[in-house]
């Protein structure tokens, strides 16, 4: 099992900063993907970010040049800083982690997710 806890969310004004941060715990592989989701209101979740193990990158083109996705390895936490925020950007951001395993000579991915943190950008 894998636990997430993300942190960092708050209230802040348009073209502001916010910087989220997602701890793991537990049994998590060094084979890997950390990413980080968002919902809106009546929206359906979406795909902000994701930065594998190995390095690899992806963003969400509504973010690309404004959010910067990172991870620290040996403290197994991931980050997202969100620049020139938008009030597009209010959302429940949740962190997720696909942990890939080998069992029965099969890899498999397993998902897990964290409890959200609201980021509310607003005058």
């Known amino acids: 099992q894998v636990q997430l806890v993300e942190s960092g969310g708050g209230l802040v004004q348009p073209g502001g900063s916010l910087r989220l941060s997602c701890a793991a715990s537990?049994?998590?592989?060094?084979?890997?993907?950390m990413g980080w989701y968002r919902q809106a209101p009546g929206a359906q979740r979406e795909l902000v970010a994701t930065k594998q193990s190995g390095g690899s990158t992806y963003y969400a083109d509504s973010v690309k040049g404004r959010f910067t996705i990172s991870r620290d390895n040996d403290k197994n936490t991931a980050y997202l800083q969100m620049n020139s925020l938008k009030p597009e950007d209010t959302a429940v951001y949740y962190c997720n982690a696909v942990v890939f395993r080998i069992a029965s000579g099969t890899l498999r991915g397993e998902d897990y997710w964290g409890q959200g943190t609201q980021v509310t950008v607003s005058q």
């Open positions: 537990g049994s998590i592989s060094s084979n890997n993907i």
